[in-house]
Each structure stands twice: as C-alpha cells, then as structure tokens.
C-alpha cells in the first residue's frame, strides 16, 4: 500500500516546485491528511490532469481542434499566437486562430460591450453559447472538416468556470452539452496566481473587464480545477474518444510554457 507522500515529494513526483505544489494544496486540487502529509488519492488525480502522457495519443487526422482556457491574465492569447506561429514554422501549415467571444460576430460584439460595462450578467452564459454556436457551425467545423487545425482562446469550459456567478453547474453541463457542435482533440489550462494576474492587469487597464477582478479570479481559478477533476465534466464527452487534457501551473516562463503544450501535443 502506498503511503502519503510529503509535500516536497509531490513536487518531485510531479514535476513541480514547491510554490507550485503548495498553490495546488491551496487550491484544494491537492489535499493533506491529519498528519500535513499530502493524500496518495489526491496525488494520482492530479497527475491525471496535469501530467504530460507517455505518448501522444494518434487520432483519426493530422488536424487538431485545441482548446486553451485558463483565469484572465494568464498567457492564452500569447501561448495561442506562439503556438501558431510554431505550426506554420515546422508543418507549413497555418492552424486557424480564433477567440471566444468572436467580435467578428454581432453576439461576440454585444459580449464584448456588456462584459466592459458588466452589464446583464444572467444574459452573459446564453449569450455565450450563442455566440459559440455560430462560431462553431460556421467556422471551426468546415476548418476542421478541410483538415486544418483550429486553436480557441476559450471556449466552452470558460462558460462552465465564469457562468457558475450567476447559474448552477448542472443547469451549465445539461444547457451546454448538446450545443457543441465540435469537440476538440486537447484541452490546455494555463494557470496563474490572480494576485499576479492583478499586477498584469495595471499594465493594460484598458482591457480589463467585468470579471477581472480580485476576488472573482480566485473564485475562477479554484473551478478550473475542481472543472478537471469533475466527473460530470467527462462525461460531456465520449468515452471511446474524449480529449486530451493538461493543467500548466503558473510561475513559468513563456518558453518553458511553450515547451510543455509542444511536448503535451506531440508536435
């Protein structure tokens, strides 16, 4: 039998630093025993999520649809941009680049004015859905029809994480699941400490929005990860065939952040 490990052998076990493994304890991804040591069911987990897997997983097709979510602030729209730009530089072949709320959209439009003046918050998960329909059924689904891979600076697990403000999970899971008209390959989860989010966030205040703040982030960074190790969340998916999955801690540079999604897709 398998005994709970110390919290610097998690970090080892895991791949982590120490800061990062006590980030995960705080956001209760990893939980302690009576004794401070850190559970073995709760170790395992988390490597499930956050663990790169021995081996990419071969798919049906070259292409990929992948998801990158994460709290605000913490590097999507910078990882997505390199991402692409590694894609284009050893395949030749330029993935689609999209983003949730798509402003190209009249409904992404309206988000985009609403989540700046934080108005209507009960619309903003319909709203949300809507747009991402149309997104999907115009857009990503004839990309990936034609073989070209799509990258999504959010998506749906950003309305599971942000919406639960304002309605349950399991009216999100039932509302959401048969509105998803493509599923992606791989799901990626930046990570960041929203008190470092808070300090990105001053040297851009401009574009900050109705949910960009303090208390909020915190609410926003627990769910993603108790989203990742919600059954309910799997089971959205098929089981023959659901999508690979990897939750990147905060702390790390933009290279070394890049080498694990390059590493995690197996490109």
Not at 240 to 260: A, C, F, H, T, Y
Request: glycine share 6%; proline share 7%.
């Amino acid at each position: 039998m398998k005994t709970n490990p110390t919290v610097d052998q998690v970090a080892i076990e895991c791949g982590l630093t120490k800061n990062q493994t006590r980030r995960f304890i705080y956001l209760g991804a990893l939980e302690k025993d009576n004794k401070g040591k850190v559970t073995r069911e709760s170790v395992d987990r988390l490597k499930r999520c956050y663990q790169l897997p021995p081996k990419p997983i071969t798919r049906g097709s070259d292409n990929m649809y992948i998801v990158i979510e994460g709290p605000d602030r913490s590097g999507k729209d910078t990882q997505a941009k390199r991402l692409a730009r590694y894609l284009v530089e050893t395949t030749g072949h330029a993935p689609l680049l999209i983003s949730e709320p798509c402003t190209d959209l009249p409904t992404g439009r309206l988000l985009r004015q609403l989540l700046k003046a934080g108005a209507l918050p009960e619309a903003h998960a319909a709203l949300f859905m809507a747009d991402r329909v149309a997104l999907q059924k115009n857009v990503v689904c004839p990309a990936l029809e034609a073989g070209r891979t799509v990258i999504s600076v959010r998506s749906f697990m950003s309305t599971l994480v942000y919406q639960q403000d304002h309605w349950p999970i399991k009216t999100l899971y039932e509302i959401q699941k048969p509105m998803l008209l493509a599923k992606p390959s791989h799901i990626i989860v930046l990570d960041v400490d929203p008190e470092v989010a808070q300090e990105r966030m001053k040297t851009d205040p401009g574009r900050a929005e109705c949910y960009e703040v303090l208390e909020t982030q915190k609410r926003v960074s627990q769910r993603y990860f108790e989203l990742v190790l919600d059954s309910d969340f799997w089971d959205i998916w098929p089981k023959s065939n659901p999508p690979l999955s990897i939750v990147i801690p905060g702390g790390l540079s933009k290279n070394d952040v890049q080498e694990k999604i390059i590493e995690f897709l197996g490109v």
